[in-house]
């Protein structure tokens, strides 16, 4: 792993530590979001979460998985939002939702092309042959 990978997955322990801290030193009655040290930490800790996500490259199979996700909530999103409209075309929130779901869709589809384009570089290694059977006497 880089430096900076291990740099971020540093910080983010000592950061859940300070949150931890942070969110028992708040008193019980307290709501959630009120304490704006734990918000800011929060913030940082997402923030470094998703920095340590983009530098730390995925393989093909765990792409997959996550794209079809995406591509699944994304879907969903769009049947919730559509179902009871009677103007589906004029809103700018399906067309985008609509063109997010064309590209996750061109990613899998490359995604899969290049699964199976290493499959053929590499096929499995094939079974021993069976025994042949027995010859009938």
Known sequence: MTDTTDARKKKIS???EK???QVAAAPKDAKKGSDPVARRLRKLLK???RHLARSVSLNLEERLKFTQKRLDQTGK???DMT???KKVQGDPYVHSLRKRTK???KRLKKINRTIEKQK???PAPAAA???PPPAAT
């Open 14 to 16: 000592e950061l859940k």
């Open 19 to 21: 949150l931890a801290k």
């Open 47 to 49: 923030r470094e979460q």
């Open 77 to 79: 999103l769009l049947t």
């Open 83 to 85: 179902k009871g409209m």
């Open 103 to 105: 590209s996750l869709n």
């Open 120 to 122: 053929k570089k590499n």
């Open 129 to 131: 042959p069976a025994a």
